[in-house]
């Protein structure tokens, strides 16, 4: 008996050991998805302004001040922490003023999201790369560019988030397979299993939408 506790035991130790492995490598893979996401934003934005600074003074000051406004959403967490989808709002927000500074009248934004829902869960940075995509794919190659809308909806115990644009719509470039948007399929995957997903769908008369589908409440995984 005093053997068979002894085993019980050191396989209870070997299955704790493992869980907490397995959780050190799900939190390693999720901020190095994170990190492949910002960089390249940052270091335009500075070049941006510091070419403004030279040209239009007032406008490099209100870049700039959008950017604070980004970075304060964008501090480091500890470990998996989660984000709110206010802060994630706040933060593309702050993206997309920036942007129109560059774009002007090309780019437009209007959000329509309930109140009750800026508490929901989001992983950083996952809404702001559905902008980035909406931008990049849809928006800029457009003549005369267009609008995104950041919607959201309560859907049963979950929360649908939307990124939708009237930009030139699916292309080899912009058809869902890219890299930010497979690291966004990868993170729900670590953050939630089966419990959270991504659509990409056409949208109408023109452009894309992008839903990302997750819990409610935080919820445990792994």
Not at 52 to 80: K, N, Q, V
Not at 95 to 123: C, F, N, Q, S
Not at 166 to 179: C, K, L, N, V, Y
């Amino acid at each position: 008996i005093t053997r068979r506790v002894a085993e019980r035991r050191r396989g209870e130790q070997a299955a704790a050991r493992q869980t907490a492995t397995e959780k050190e490598l799900t939190v390693a893979r999720l901020n190095l998805l994170h990190a492949q996401v910002e960089p390249h934003f940052l270091y335009n934005t500075l070049a941006s302004a510091q070419y403004l600074t030279r040209t239009d003074p007032a406008r490099a000051d209100e870049m700039l001040g959008h950017l604070i406004a980004y970075l304060r959403h964008s501090l480091p967490r500890t470990g998996d922490a989660l984000s709110t989808l206010a802060d994630e709002l706040e933060r593309s927000r702050a993206y997309l003023e920036i942007l129109r500074i560059r774009m002007g009248d090309r780019l437009k934004l209007e959000i329509d999201v309930a109140p009750d829902l800026l508490a929901t869960p989001l992983p950083p940075m996952m809404l702001q790369t559905l902008v980035e995509n909406a931008v990049k794919h849809g928006l800029e190659p457009k003549p005369g560019g267009g609008t995104i809308w950041l919607l959201g909806r309560a859907k049963d115990d979950a929360v649908a988030i939307t990124v939708a644009d009237d930009g030139q719509g699916f292309s080899e470039a912009g058809s869902g397979t890219g890299i930010g948007l497979k690291n966004v399929r990868e993170r729900l995957g670590l953050v939630y299993g089966n419990a959270a997903s991504l659509a990409i769908l056409a949208n109408f008369p023109s452009g894309v939408a992008a839903t990302l589908t997750v819990p409610a409440k935080a919820v445990a995984h792994g």
